[in-house]
């Protein structure tokens, strides 16, 4: 079994920035991917960024530049800057272990003035 956790949520101004953590009920070193989504009210949930366990990112166009991925131990990270009105949405933490699919609960950023 898996838990994620997500935190670091919260109403920001355009132009600011957040930081997002995933917390992992155990190890995360020997699953292959960490990934965060978010999902906007009436949208799609939507891939954001990607991290392996070899370190490797990968971004969506719309936040290349100003989100990095990164990990430690058995958390992963979200570091957003230059953030944006478009980038309101409820982040979610998701990883594909051994067949099954794990969820955070999601955490809400809300980019407004």
């Known amino acids: 079994q898996l838990q994620l956790v997500e935190s670091g949520g919260g109403l920001v101004q355009p132009g600011g920035s957040l930081r997002l953590s995933c917390a992992a009920s155990r190890s995360i070193s020997s699953i292959n991917a960490m990934e965060w989504y978010r999902q906007a009210p009436g949208k799609e949930r939507e891939l954001v960024a990607v991290i392996t366990n070899a370190g490797i990112t990968t971004y969506a166009d719309s936040v290349k530049g100003r989100f990095t991925i990164s990990n430690a131990k058995n958390t992963v990270y979200l570091q957003m800057n230059s953030l944006k009105p478009e980038d309101t949405a409820v982040y979610y933490c998701?990883?594909?272990?051994?067949?099954?699919?794990?969820w955070g609960q999601g955490t809400q950023v809300t980019v407004s003035s």
């Open positions: 998701h990883t594909n272990w051994i067949f099954r699919h794990y």
